[in-house]
């Protein structure tokens, strides 16, 4: 019984199948209901195309974030400001104001670890399979790892996120309310 | 079969949950297990918070998208926001906001069944009773609990709910219907100076008997976001254990750590007026969070000389329309730490001003900030009281007022040391001045959650574990008697008071008024007038007081009234009957009509519609 299973599939032994399965069928209506079945679509070739998402739902998460931003730290005021008009010490002023509120939501929301524990500034030794997500090289790349060099900037490594679950009654878009005062 | 022991700290501007395993045989430690409460922070955000802010907005029906004000159990919800959002949001619309529902639970010049929060809203604002309101904060912790433990229905467990020790019998029992009204039948009361320290026992475990010894006398200093609270605490010795008392509880004073912020951004605010900068009322509200911050910066850092202050505009131009100022240390000093906490002699008494017959009509706010003042007051009525009782707890001998030995602090607003230092520098110079030993600051005390956690102790400790501080009723109670005599015009007929149940009556426990007879008609309203006192402690049952008016050791509570109900026609019929005072187990007085020698029994309710 064992074939190679191309024989099965060539032009030849198709048609003999559809062949012997037409007569058959003809002749049974046990056998034609069978064969109805296979021929009926079946539910993966009927699954519709996937319905895409308004951008503003694929985002909400991110647009939740900047909305807490604003609200707590007033972030978006601050960069959609035009800065150029103002004292430093009037931009130091508000900075605070957006330092506060944007502090506040951070420490709420996220727990943050530098990505490498060591201090910046000093000497390190970069493994053979180091992760290359969390440590980008610079400089004098030369030669295969080991490296030794020098930390620079420690980076950021979210270890918890925690953003509050915003009500799929809210449009997402709406970052900041207008306030109408009556 | 209940499995938790549930705390609830019922409080002016902040409410909190703590539970505990009644099976557990040891308690909690310092690891007293809170509540998280599902709120809205903001339109379309639930989070979950340790604290509940006690503020209730009622929003006008096309104010926020459809939905967006659903909670986790009640996905409909869009007529009343409870907790941070409705305090934020509320700040701006105050019109809306029902504030500080407690305090107006306590105040006796104004109905508290009818709907008048918030407080001259305008007409088409839908209004509450601070009933509803009190027993809508409870309704939300209720459907907090259960959405999380929903094998341990809330109403199925033991409820321990906190009262100032303030309170009187008929804000007690107004705390317990706000409790049966939010779905929560069984409850108990516990006084909130008392479930402090209950919270600080537990978390010192056996280590607290180190702390206190017989002898010591606890002086309770709460002072919470809206009102002041004081108790004593007298440590004594019991079969050789020692045995803890509760002696003494200060009167209801309106005033509290909001009244601190507010304070301070009143004098930033007058400053920047002087300069010409006019804040509207959301850049007040900002101010006075802003002045907090700073605030809590200069007390964590005693080198500051000043703290930036940043009222950031309202409008989307934010370096523009910000107004900086700055609190100075010697401006903190001198608005808080010596405007609330006063170095000031024990002879100097509050200020009481002058009311106005329609001033009584808002919140009784305490006239005088001085909460060392009011302490003063405290300790040297106290003193005298105890003076004169025949078996005084605490001994008071040619000493002008009780030594405390010890202070407990309660409360967010000590969470600046800096006014707790204060507070033990005054109490230990008056000391001094009368002869005494220094007392000592009890350390280690959670002042934000303590309130709670002690409450849910508390529910442990009744079921038979731990110590239990004992007290019985904090007030005498006496019922008002008209005496006869000719009509005078334009003179009130004398009233007497009539002990009906005596200081420190303890749960479960009654007093007969055998004595004193009085005919009620059937079929007709009675009403009694209703005094209590917090200082005499020597008047029993049946004492006849002859000056009520004008003794300023009686307080006038809300009458107590009953109509006797008819049974064959027997209306317009005299029945003899005699008063019968029950502290219930819960901790709420009950004032009965027994017929003399007959078996009707008729309970006396506590009007709380309005004092007359």
């Not at chain 1, 620079?152 to 309310?177: C, F, M, Q, Y």
Request: glycine residues 8%; contains cysteine; aromatic residues 6%.
């Amino acid at each position: 019984m064992e074939k190679p299973i191309q024989s099965e599939t060539s032009f030849l032994a198709r048609l003999r199948t559809g062949w012997s399965a037409f007569i058959r069928a003809l002749g049974s209506p046990d056998f034609s209901r069978k064969v109805a079945e296979l021929l009926r679509p079946s539910p993966t070739q009927a699954k519709p195309k996937p319905v895409e998402l308004p951008p503003e739902c694929l985002h909400a998460s991110g647009l939740a974030v900047l909305s807490l931003l604003q609200r707590e730290g007033r972030l978006i005021d601050f960069l959609k400001e035009d800065m150029a008009a103002f004292s430093d010490a009037e931009i130091g002023a508000a900075a605070r104001v957006v330092h506060a509120g944007c502090r506040k939501v951070f420490s709420e929301y996220f727990t943050l670890e530098p990505a490498l524990k060591d201090a910046e500034g000093a000497t390190i030794k970069v493994p053979a399979g180091f992760d290359a997500q969390r440590i980008r090289l610079t400089g004098n790349i030369a030669g295969q790892p080991p490296f030794r060099g020098t930390l620079k900037h420690h980076g950021w490594v979210a270890t918890a996120v925690n953003i509050p679950k915003v009500s799929e009654a809210l449009d997402p878009r709406v970052l900041a309310a207008a306030e109408v005062e009556l | 079969m209940s499995t938790y022991s549930i705390g609830i700290d019922l409080g002016t501007t902040n409410s909190a949950v703590s539970y505990f395993k009644l099976a557990e045989a040891e308690a909690r430690g310092s690891a007293q297990t809170m509540l998280g409460i599902p709120q809205i922070t903001s339109v379309g955000t639930v989070e979950e918070r340790l604290l509940l802010p006690s503020f209730l907005y009622l929003p006008n029906a096309e104010e926020f998208p459809a939905g967006t004000l659903a909670l986790p159990w009640d996905k409909k919800r869009k007529d009343a926001v409870v907790g941070e959002f409705a305090r934020s949001h509320g700040s701006k619309v105050p019109m809306r906001l029902v504030a500080s529902a407690k305090s107006w639970l306590c105040h006796a010049g104004v109905d508290r069944l009818s709907a008048i929060l918030p407080w001259q809203a305008p007409e088409d604002v839908q209004r509450v009773s601070p009933l509803d309101a009190s027993a809508g904060y409870l309704a939300h912790l209720r459907e907090a609990w259960d959405h999380q433990f929903p094998d341990d229905a809330l109403d199925k467990q033991d409820v321990v709910l906190t009262v100032p020790a303030s309170f009187d019998a008929a804000a007690r029992d107004l705390t317990l219907k706000a409790a049966q009204q939010a779905g929560l039948p069984n409850i108990t009361l516990i006084e909130e100076p008392q479930a402090a320290f209950y919270a600080w026992i537990e978390q010192m475990g056996d280590g607290f008997r180190k702390q206190v010894k017989p002898g010591d006398v606890v002086l309770v200093v709460d002072v919470g976001g809206g009102t002041t609270d004081f108790s004593l605490i007298a440590v004594t010795s019991k079969d050789g254990d020692v045995a803890l008392t509760r002696v003494a509880v200060g009167d209801h004073i309106l005033l509290g750590g909001d009244n601190m912020d507010l304070a301070l951004a009143h004098t930033v605010n007058q400053r920047l007026a002087a300069e010409g900068k006019k804040l509207d009322t959301w850049q007040f509200n900002a101010l006075t969070f802003a002045c907090r911050q700073a605030k809590e910066q200069l007390f964590a850092d005693a080198k500051l000389k000043k703290a930036p202050l940043v009222v950031p505009g309202r409008s989307s131009s934010l370096v523009g329309g910000t107004i900086k100022a700055e609190l100075s240390r010697d401006e903190l000093t001198s608005v808080l730490t010596d405007g609330f906490f006063p170095k000031s002699a024990v002879t100097d008494l509050p200020q009481v001003a002058r009311r106005t017959g329609l001033a009584q009509m808002a919140l009784p706010y305490a006239q005088d900030a001085g909460v060392t003042r009011h302490l003063a007051a405290f300790l040297t009525r106290q003193a005298r009281a105890m003076a004169t009782a025949h078996d005084a707890p605490v001994k008071v001998e040619g000493r002008a007022f009780v030594h405390p030995t010890a202070v407990l602090f309660n409360g967010g607003a000590f969470k600046a040391s800096t006014l707790k230092d204060r507070v033990i520098e005054v109490l230990n110079d008056w000391l001094a001045a009368d002869g005494g030993q220094p007392a000592k600051e009890l350390e280690g005390a959670e002042l934000d959650l303590a309130v709670a956690r002690g409450a849910a102790y508390y529910g442990w400790v009744r079921h038979g574990h731990g110590l239990r501080i004992r007290g019985g009723t904090a007030r005498a109670y006496y019922v008002g008697v008209e005496t006869a005599m000719p009509a005078v015009p334009g003179m009130e007929p004398p009233v007497k008071a009539l002990c009906v149940a005596p200081f420190g009556m303890e749960e479960g426990t009654q007093a007969d008024v055998p004595t004193q007879e009085f005919g009620l008609v059937v079929g007709e309203h009675t009403r009694f007038r209703f005094f209590a006192s917090s200082l005499r402690r020597d008047d029993r049952v049946g004492v006849m007081l002859d000056d009520v008016i004008g003794n300023d050791e009686l307080e006038e509570v809300a009458p107590i009234e009953t109509t006797l109900p008819t049974q064959n026609g027997n209306e317009g019929n005299l029945v003899p009957v005699n008063l019968q005072a029950v502290v219930t187990e819960i901790g709420t007085l009950e004032l009965r009509c027994l017929e003399k020698g007959g078996p009707g029994k008729w309970k006396l309710e506590l009007n709380v519609r309005m004092k007359e």
